[in-house]
């Protein structure tokens, strides 16, 4: 009789339907936008493919980024949709393949971002760790170092090593070309703004 019971309860806890409402907590917007726009852009496509329309959607998230989908183009949607103008957008139809898509923007976008966080959690690590380092960390006791700070001992280590090996090579190119000392180095969009001169 228990488990029938039982039985019975699972059958009445099922998906339940979420009341629409405007959501008021900046992060439940967040999460909430996140969710939906996948589940939106999928019927997108689904509608795309089994009805063979043309569709473009246009989302700005609560942080004010955009987010675009289309089918086959989003650009050539809205060039049909502003002009009214079929032949252009037959044309774009063609060219789809060699077009980047506004979805793969918006993925290499997320995937930046998300490099971009854990670039900022190990600067907060690396800042966290020589926090208590004074001007000559190589000094410091290793044996007093925890594993993370070890760690890091050693990266920063490395990175010196090879800043050094990079500067102990410029400055035999300097010296092998002596013509070239006496003239600041010619700007390029490679380098960095600090400019070297050397004399003998």
């Known amino acids: 009789m228990d488990m029938f019971k039982q039985k019975e309860k699972k059958k009445n806890t099922g998906r339940k339907k979420i009341e629409i409402k405007k959501l008021d907590k900046g992060s439940n917007k967040q999460v909430t936008f996140s969710k939906r726009r996948a589940g939106l852009f999928k019927k997108a496509s689904e509608l795309c493919i089994l009805c063979n329309v043309y569709v473009a959607i246009i989302v700005f998230s609560p942080a004010d980024k955009l987010f675009c989908f289309g089918h086959p183009d989003i650009d050539s949607i809205i060039g049909r949709y502003l002009k009214g103008d079929n032949a252009e957008f037959e044309s774009a139809k063609s060219s789809k393949g060699k077009s980047v898509s506004c979805e793969e923007r918006n993925r290499q976008y997320e995937e930046a971002m998300k490099k971009l966080e854990l670039e900022k959690k190990n600067l907060a690590q690396i ?3 020589t926090k208590g380092w004074n001007r000559s ?8 170092m925890t594993d993370l700070q070890l760690e890091q001992f050693m990266v920063s280590i490395y990175e010196l090593r090879k800043k050094l090996a990079e500067r102990a090579g410029e400055l035999m190119i300097h010296r092998q070309s002596p013509t070239f000392l006496h003239s600041p180095e010619p700007s390029s969009p490679n380098k960095g703004s600090i400019k070297y001169t050397f004399s003998r």
Do not use: F
């Open 127 to 129: 800042e966290v760790l």
């Open 137 to 144: 960390w190589w000094d410091d006791p290793i044996d007093q």
